[in-house]
């Protein structure tokens, strides 16, 4: 039996690598949802732990983890340093991680099923050295291989990637005013009615159960498990909305928009646009596209200011997770960790059809440009909707502090009580926030990597230093 401490960085609460760890003899310290570095150092001390385990969820978690193991190294730590989560991989641990932290080994794990295994070799005396040495031969060659890797599409100047940005023709277009200016709050929705919005398929991808929904449930390697899972995801989510172990609330709001310098939109108290309420910033993809296609900002898709248009934005804050505190508590006093995992998934499963409902009511309904749409869910999973709702964090913007603009418009936290850690991560975890736009030849993309010259005025934009813009869009940069 050994010590490991979890600190989830930035993931959803208790693990299902600890769980299995625990199952296999292993004493885990599970320390919780977004733990400080100097908290997860400090406890693996003072309970002389073997072996430290970093999960992570969201993209400030690929730099916070550095932070770890650069601390690690500082503090004079030896022991192994497990990494996985959705956000990881092999590559970036190879690349960023491990050559912060020399003195003890590194290994990426890339799901539960195989944590047991790393560790036990890594605490055996016969199997360590042998297993230590080959990640590390294998690590090295991935750097290799991407230290001498040509990108995919050469780079662009920032200047020339704005001039090949998507233009639309605003004169002969006309966007759609919403039916209200300013915030709504939702409180007490029905989950009876988002229950009809779920997409079960990530929900088992939260398992470790490969294949889509429904089919995996007919699947002839892990269908009778999925069956089972899903029966009991069920039974729990008529208990969840009959008595009670869950709220749902929401906050909406829509500004009139226009778009500046490019990569910039403004937002305004009313239709005067004489009161700016507060600036967005944006990034823009920056390597060279194939067949003339734009290089695209979420900034294209609103007005310019010099049209004179009319143009306007919407966002959202909705959360699934309030008040499942007290049935947390008695799970993990029961030692219920399957059932604590289970209610988790399903929260974190009612948030994103919270999300789903609310932007299928915006556009038939609070904003009305496809007042007569009528999609099916696996329409609506499959985004064949108008419109679109960006979130901070994710590809097509992928800045995280770009959520406390939006909590702050929302007013979120004293509306919905859902509030940022100093990583920009939502708690409850079982919440989603975003981004309203109603152009039709609005999309979904991703930024890919950027060059320091958009880094340069991106921070200079928002107002922040160089160094502090680096460390956020870290994961962007060329």
Not at 132 to 157: F, G
């Amino acid at each position: 039996m050994t010590a490991t401490v979890n600190g989830d960085v930035h993931d959803i609460g208790k693990n299902i690598v600890g769980i299995v760890l625990q199952c296999n003899n292993f004493d885990v310290i599970d320390m919780g949802v977004m733990v400080p570095c100097d908290k997860i150092l400090a406890t693996a001390k003072a309970e002389n732990a073997d072996i430290i385990g970093l999960s992570g969820l969201i993209t400030p978690s690929l730099d916070e983890m550095v932070h770890v193991a650069k601390e690690m190294q500082r503090q004079g730590f030896d022991m192994p340093l497990l990494i996985g989560g959705a956000t990881t991989s092999k590559a970036h641990t190879a690349v960023k991680i491990e050559p912060a932290y020399s003195n003890g080994p590194t290994v990426y794990v890339p799901d539960a099923s195989r944590s047991v295994a790393v560790a036990t070799k890594l605490i055996s005396e016969e199997l360590c050295d042998g297993f230590v040495q080959e990640r590390r031969t294998e690590y090295e060659t991935i750097r290799e291989r991407n230290k001498n890797r040509k990108p995919k599409a050469p780079p662009l100047s920032y200047e020339q990637a704005i001039a090949n940005r998507l233009i639309l023709d605003w004169q002969n277009y006309t966007p759609p005013k919403p039916s209200f200016l300013g915030v709504r709050v939702f409180e007490d929705y029905d989950l009876n009615e988002l229950k009809e919005y779920i997409d079960w398929t990530p929900f088992f991808i939260t398992w470790e159960l490969a294949g889509k929904y429904p089919n995996i449930l007919e699947d002839d390697i892990v269908g009778e498990q999925a069956r089972a899972l899903f029966a009991d995801a069920q039974a729990m989510l008529t208990d969840i909305i009959e008595k009670g172990w869950l709220t749902a609330k929401a906050t909406i709001g829509f500004w009139p928009a226009s778009t500046v310098n490019h990569d910039d939109i403004e937002l305004y108290k009313d239709d005067s646009r004489e009161e700016r309420l507060a600036t967005l910033h944006h990034i823009r993809q920056q390597v060279q596209k194939p067949s003339k296609k734009p290089n695209l900002s979420l900034a294209d898709y609103i007005a310019p200011k010099s049209s004179q248009t009319a143009d306007y934005i919407g966002g959202f804050v909705v959360t699934a997770g309030l008040n499942m505190e007290s049935m947390i508590t008695e799970f993990e006093q029961n030692h219920d960790d399957y059932n604590s995992i289970l209610l988790k998934a399903l929260a974190d499963r009612l948030a994103e059809a919270f999300a789903e409902r609310m932007h299928e009511r915006v556009r038939k309904e609070f904003w009305s440009y496809a007042p007569s749409e009528n999609l099916d869910n696996t329409a609506l999973i499959k985004e064949r909707y108008a419109g679109i709702r960006p979130a901070p964090g994710y590809p097509a913007c992928p800045e995280h502090t770009e959520k406390a603009t939006l909590f702050e418009l929302l007013n979120a936290t004293e509306s919905i009580d859902v509030t940022l850690s100093e990583h920009f991560a939502m708690l409850p975890a079982a919440s989603v926030s975003g981004w309203y736009l109603s152009h039709p030849e609005s999309s979904y993309f991703a930024i890919g990597k950027i060059d320091r010259d958009q880094l340069t005025s991106y921070a200079k934009r928002k107002g922040m230093s160089l160094e502090e813009a680096e460390r956020w869009l870290a994961p962007n940069l060329l």
